[in-house]
């Protein structure tokens, strides 16, 4: 039977993974069976999560379908709020979840391009 | 290709200026240092209105030739030091703050220029961040490859090749805006790194063994078998590049030969031209397997020192693993941390310049240094100068003290194989470096190249999964019976070890087969 690990966000909420999604996450291997995590809402490790079980398995390298697909879905999941984004990376990279933080980065560039000055400080709200 | 809004570039530049001379009055601030476990001797910071100035860092030096500013970025400490200050880091970036300064700077690493430009004017901060050098610096590489013509800095090179209309001869906007109240730990680091120079106590120590003039066997029996660097004296003489290999020689002789350039390919001249002008924290290092297939005549102009001709490599013909390179660079460009691939061992010329090294046994992992489980990669995420800057004055209490020197023109260091090493150029240098196999390490590299992740781990060469199948073949063919005679030797010298160690243990415990002390 694969090992569980439970993950406890900043709200007191408990999370249980199987090893196999805990894989993708550096801390979260390397971690006793419960990682504390007080700078990450139930919220945001809720969708960490969501991200590491699609990605349990990559597509073989000559699947095109397959990696077409995940790459849907992720372009579908990443589509959140500009705060939760911004919370997002950093629980991955907390986590060293690297495909995570690579593509929440990748969504705020893309909303970054095409701004003016203007409009990137209401965007971030400077 | 690209639309850069120049109008937009252009006002950043104009609003620069204005700023700029606004704040004239020049007044000395010290800064307080903390970076890791190195903490400067703490200064004051003086009141507000007033221009900062970095200065001599109280136990640093920073290079005559550092920019006088790094647009005023201060450490982290600093804000401590200041109460009621507000970091004009954070209000700059709103929401952004709550990342780290690399996150922010990998969101901007997936920027191209036009949007550098208006992030660079939406304020303070985000002008910090975009003039960040190596940002411009992927941005020349991706699109200019090694073909750039270096100009004073990563951005002004793109610049001037992208918007050659551009007058980049103001030069008061390009010497940078100057913020105040900007506290970032690492933006400081990253600029300090690129200015510093090597302390001279990282430079003392100097415990090598030198050699001039021994024979093979002396060395092979005192170095190459119990496995210890020495550094060997006048066996370059006799090398026509030690007296012909300057700047105007191999430029000429190369003219528009391409040669490799960490990610790029550049011709020499270009490249003497980044080197006479780059001041960052990892200089781009020019170091080219290739070099004698390139330009034949440099392959003429130095040969293998007496003592590696054996090379059982070369049984492999032209399917051997890359196994020769030249390498050029200027003071600062160097390599962290590492041990050679394929547990082959090396030796390093210096033809010019100097080079400090410093090496730990196999056994030994520097501090610092992370090698993951399977030895498939090894990480070592400071630079060369942060590394002495954190992790240097650690080694001087170690028991375990690692050898040190420092290697110049016409000497040859020899570095067995599975030894970690540093080295860094003092100044510009040119060397030649060769790894090679030897009957003495012959088992070692089958041994490697037959590791179930050898894919990963075998280096040099397109055919890693083959590579021992290959060599083992090879082997038996060019050298019948050897290695079974190196098995026999083997066996035997166990067995010896096996029984002094006994008879030592009855007299004297300490004593035994062990070869190094520290």
Known sequence: MSRKITLKSSDGELFEVDEAVALQSETMIEADNILTLPNVTSEILAKVIEYCKMHVESPEADDRAAADELNRWDLDFINLPDTTLLDLIRAAHHLKIKGLVDLACSKVADRIKGKTAEQIREYFNI | ?518
């Not at chain 2, 100009?151 to 610049?159: E, L, M």
């Not at chain 2, 370059?236 to 391409?258: E, F, H, P, T």
């Open chain 2, 1 to 518: 290709m690209l639309s850069c809004s120049i109008t937009l570039l252009s006002q950043t530049l104009k609003r620069k200026g204005k700023r700029k001379r606004k704040t004239k009055t020049k007044n000395k601030i010290r800064t307080k240092l903390k970076i890791n476990k190195n903490v400067c001797k703490k200064q004051k910071s003086i009141a507000k209105n007033q221009q900062l100035e970095e200065e001599e860092e109280e136990g640093f030096n920073l290079k005559c030739s550092a920019p006088s500013n790094s647009h005023g970025v201060q450490p982290l400490g600093n804000l401590y030091l200041n109460p009621g200050s507000v970091n004009s880091r954070n209000t700059g970036l709103g929401n952004l703050q709550i990342l780290s300064d690399e996150l922010v700077l990998e969101i901007l690493g997936l920027l191209e220029c036009p949007q550098l430009g208006v992030l660079a004017t939406v304020s303070k901060s985000f002008y910090v961040f975009t003039c960040h050098e190596p940002l411009w610096r992927n941005l020349v590489l991706d699109y200019l490859r090694g073909g750039f013509s270096y100009n004073g800095s990563w951005k002004v090179t793109y610049i001037t090749n992208f918007y050659p209309s551009f007058d980049v001869s103001r030069g008061t906007p390009f010497s940078g805006l100057r913020v105040r109240d900007f506290y970032s730990d690492y933006l400081f680091q990253s600029w300090l790194c690129a200015n510093l120079e090597m302390k001279p106590e990282w430079l003392e120590r100097d415990n090598i063994d030198r050699k001039r003039g021994i024979s093979v066997d002396d060395f092979v029996m005192n170095f190459e078998e119990p496995n210890k660097p020495v550094l060997l004296e006048g066996c370059m003489d006799d090398w026509d590049a030690l007296g012909k290999w300057d700047r105007d020689y191999l430029i000429n002789l190369c003219s528009d030969v391409q040669f490799s350039v960490g990610p790029v390919k550049m011709r020499l001249k270009d490249y003497f031209n980044y080197s006479d002008q780059v001041k960052e924290e990892r200089p781009l290092y020019l170091f080219d397997p290739k070099f004698a297939e390139k330009v034949p005549t440099l392959g003429s102009e130095y040969e293998v020192p007496v003592y590696f001709r054996e090379d059982l490599f070369n049984v492999l013909g032209n399917e051997r693993p890359d196994y020769r390179w030249i390498i050029i660079g200027p003071a600062g460009s160097g390599s962290s941390f590492h041990i050679d691939p394929n547990s082959t061992s090396a030796w390093n010329a210096v033809i010019r310049g100097s080079k400090k090294w410093i090496l730990f046994p196999p056994d030994v992992v520097p501090p610092g240094v992370h090698p993951s489980p399977d030895g498939a990669e090894v990480a070592c995420p400071v630079s060369i100068v942060e590394w002495f800057m954190n992790f240097y004055g650690a080694t001087k209490n170690w028991k375990k003290k690692p050898i040190e020197c420092i290697c110049k023109a016409g000497e040859v260091i020899f570095v067995p194989n599975g030894w970690w090493h540093l080295v860094i150029n003092l100044e510009e240098s040119i060397a030649i470096t060769q790894n090679y196999v030897s009957r003495r390490n012959l088992f070692n590299v089958l041994d490697f190249l037959k590791k179930p992740n050898a894919s990963e781990l075998v280096s040099g060469t397109r055919d890693r999964i083959n590579l021992y199948e290959k060599f083992k073949n090879a082997i038996e063919a060019s050298f019948p019976g050897m290695i079974d005679e190196l098995m026999l030797k083997a066996e035997e010298k166990k067995a010896q070890e096996k029984k002094l160690s006994f008879w030592d243990s009855v007299t004297d415990w300490k004593a035994g087969a062990f070869k190094f002390s520290f």
